[in-house]
Each structure stands twice: as C-alpha cells, then as structure tokens.
C-alpha cells in the first residue's frame, strides 16, 4: 500500500503487490553479521576444518560440562566477524539466534558469557599452541599458489616474498586506587597480561605488546605473539621468522626467499646477528649510530653520495652513501651499511629519527640486501614501504579490533587474536576465490646499472 499527498489532502492508493502483517509476538531483526557467519561456517565445515578444531585443540580441565572447545571457537570466530564492540553487545545481538548460530558450527548449546570468560581463563600453553598450529597449516595456502602470493624481484631478476615484522603496544587504562594501610593490597585484573612498558605517550599506566608478522603482498597474517610489559620482543622475533618459514614451506619455497622488513626496535647487533643465523635476508633501521665513526664510513662520506632521492611529501632531499659490507663487531657477520643524510632543522627543534650532527641528520640502515639487486635507494624504497603495514594494522583495527581485551589470562587474550588473524585470512581467500582477479605486475623502477663501490684504501688489491 502506497499514499501520496495532494493539495493538502491525503490520498491512499492501493497496491496488490504490497502486503502488510502486524503481530503483538517480538520479532526481532537478524543482524547484519550474521550472514557472513553463515558462509564463513559452510566453508569452515566444508573444509573440514571444524572436525579439525574438535579433534586437535584440546584443555584438560575440571567441570567442563556439555561444553568443548570448538564451542568457544565458535563463539570468537563470530565475536571476530561481527565487529561488536564488546562482548556483552555480542551476546545481546546473538542472544535470539543462538539455537541457529550453533547449529551452523554442528554444535547445539550456546555457552553463556561466564563459560566463556572461564574457558580463556583456563586455556593453557598447550591448547594456544595447537590452535596456532593447526592456524598456520590450514590459512597460509588455502585460496592462494605460488604464483598468486606475489612478490618483488630485483634487478638481477630474483624474486623474493616481503614480510613485515613489527611490535604494537595496547595501554591499560586503569582507575586509581585508595592506599590505605588498613585496608588489604589491591590486585587488578590486568596485572597477568600486562605490565609497566614504554608507551611513546603519557596516557596508560601499564601495557601489552602484540608481535605480528604480515606477508605484504597478499595482506596475510602470518602470526601473532604477545607479551606483558615491551615482551620478550627477541623471543617473539624467533617465533615470527620460524612461522615465515612454515609459510614459504606451503608453496615449496626457501627461507633465503623471504625479505623482512622491520623497525629500529630491531636495529641492535644482537638482532641483527639472530637475523643472519637464521638465514633470512632483511632491511632495518639501525639502532646504534657509533658506525658513524668507523673509518670505513668516514671514508665514504668524505667523498659525494651515491645518490640522492627526493622526499614526495616535503620535497625533502635526502642524501644516500653506500657503506658497503661492515663487520658489527669482532667475529660477527658482515651486513651492508647504508647511510642516509639530511639537512638539519634549525636549532632548538627536536628530530623524530636520526642523529644530528652539525648541519647534518644521519640514518643508518642494514641489510643483507645485495648491491648488484638493491642499490641503495631501492633499499630506502623498500624500507620506507613499510608504511603499508599501518595501514593494514588501521584497516584491522576499523574490521575487528584485536587488541580488545577478551580474557584478562595471557594465553587466552592471544587466542582471541590469532581467531581474529584466522577470520582476516579468511575474508581475504574467499574474496580472492570470488573475484578471481590476475596479479597485478609493477614495475619499481627502470633498470639502472649499480655503480662502483668505494674500497677503502687498506682493503684495496
């Protein structure tokens, strides 16, 4: 039934193909998400993946009830995928659809917020291992080949897959608490996830550090490792390149295939020699600037730089010298040094990154990087493109916001965010299923033959 108004009156005109129902009964919409859950649960069972989850991911503990864990599964993959903004909302939404939302996982009750809360505060290092097991054998090559994950090649025409690593930092906004002898220490609920840890910013009285590791082509989470306080950032590093490794492991590629691409956080000698052993090449933002005063470098930059690039946003010109190959310390591996310099803002004004000296801020990058593949401003490119990476980390904060707090138990925070990299991983498969779309081929930059390196006198032939 339609109205239209004329001359001030109201008309009624009828429709035969418009039919309205009314009922006192509540009928309650079905939300916007749910949809999505459908189709992500059809593929996940199709796939077998939730006789996986039933089968591999296990806890050992008291008055488990009708419950499994697949059943708690079920309930963070759609926590992830519905975007809710709490729990609480989820539930609330979920609440008169939660006979169909279990049913879609084969299971047939919906566990309650409380059984929820206790199976995260229970979960062990055990189960949050074989959840990120079975996360890593079943989201990496699912949907994607060898030729499709993408890549760069450079200019000897060899290929490698970019990988980033980097550390996010979460602060616990916390209320102020009473100190009073009489009254007994307080405790908060934070204090087994979190603890004092640098922030860059003011606000916040303790923190969480999330490790991840994303493949930049392709937008793939390839893991998550996260930590109390700045973590174990060293630890968390080797379990980042271990999952890299079982990543180029899916397409039959080799380690020395990966290119990581990391901050100055990692910038540091010991770092830097764990990324050599390993075996995977690597550019980072050096951390030290007492290589500033090595012969070598002096020698170089006593002479005009290699190059010269020019900022897109400032118009900055930024001045680039190639170190060649440095020995960080007595018996280490040698890495390529790469020194980067520019004017220095007038006196009295602080610098983000760099150290001033006179007229001059200077920039240190390694690499492992070779010179007749990458010269020197194809490394900067290639460090300064880890700009994508935030954009990734907002995008995923906007989908699914991995760094709510779930559970207040570190093992159970983290498998709350490795569901949320399963379902990002997911979204990406299935769209690239659908659309089908051809890789996309760009060319970085003209071939350019690599200049002559600068031999210091005493090593000269």
């Keep these: 039934m339609s109205f239209s108004q004329k001359e001030g009156s109201l008309h009624m005109v009828s429709n035969p ?6 009922t006192s009964e509540n009928r309650y919409s079905v939300p916007a998400w749910f949809a999505e859950v459908v189709i992500m649960a059809g593929y996940l069972k199709k796939k077998g993946l939730l006789e996986a989850f039933a089968q591999q991911v296990h806890l050992v503990r008291g008055r488990f009830g009708t419950y499994e864990p697949i059943d708690f599964l079920a309930l963070l993959i759609g926590y992830a995928i519905s975007g809710e903004r709490t729990l609480a909302d989820f539930f609330e939404r979920l609440e008169p659809f939660e006979t169909a939302f279990m049913a879609l996982f084969g299971r047939r009750c919906l566990p309650h917020r409380s059984s929820l809360s206790r199976f995260l505060a229970d979960v062990d290092r055990p189960c949050l291992e074989a959840f990120r097991t079975l ?18 090649f450079d200019r000897q025409g060899r290929r490698s897959i970019v990988f980033d690593i980097d550390a996010t930092r979460q602060a616990a906004r916390q209320r102020a608490l009473p100190c009073d002898p009489a009254r007994p220490s307080a405790r908060r609920r934070l204090d087994a996830v979190c603890a004092p840890g640098y922030r860059g ?3 916040g009285e303790v923190v969480r550090t999330r490790t991840t590791a994303l493949q930049m082509h392709t937008r793939q ?3 998550t490792y996260a930590g109390k306080g700045n973590g174990d950032y060293r630890g968390e590093l080797a379990s980042a390149l271990q999952a890299i ?21 990692y910038g540091a000698v010991a770092v830097i020699t764990q990324l050599i052993l390993a075996g995977v090449p690597f550019v980072t933002r050096g951390r030290g ?28 010109v930024v001045e680039l010298f190639d170190g060649d190959w440095l020995e960080l310390g007595e018996g280490l591996p040698q890495v390529r040094v790469i020194v980067a310099r520019h004017r220095a803002p007038p006196s009295g004004q602080n610098i983000a990154v760099g150290k001033r000296v006179g007229e001059w801020v200077y920039e240190l990058f390694l690499t492992t990087l070779a010179a007749d593949g990458f010269l020197v401003e194809d490394v900067l490119e290639l460090y300064y493109g880890r700009g994508a990476f935030e954009g ?14 779930c559970s207040y138990s ?52």
């Design 17 to 22: 193909c418009i039919e309205v129902q009314t």
């Design 135 to 152: 996360f890593q054998q079943q989201t990496f090559a699912e949907g994607w080949t060898a030729e499709t994950i993408g890549g760069i």
């Design 201 to 203: 910013r003011k606000r």
């Design 221 to 223: 989470w390839v893991g």
């Design 245 to 265: 490794t079982t990543y180029l492991k899916c397409f039959a590629f080799l380690p020395e295939m990966a290119l990581v691409r990391l901050d100055g956080q």
């Design 289 to 316: 600037y007492q290589l500033l005063e090595h012969p070598q470098i002096q020698l170089v930059l006593a002479h005009p730089p290699t190059a010269s690039v020019t900022k897109m946003n400032s118009g900055e």
């Design 392 to 405: 990734v980390l907002a995008d995923e904060d906007v989908e699914e916001d991995p760094d709510r707090w």
């Design 410 to 461: 570190e093992c159970g925070q983290e498998l709350w965010q490795i569901s949320c990299q399963w379902v990002w991983n997911l979204r990406l498969s299935l769209g690239k299923t659908m659309q089908g779309a051809e890789l996309r081929e760009i060319e970085w930059a003209p071939a350019k033959e690599a200049p002559a390196v600068l031999v210091p006198e005493e090593n000269a032939p």
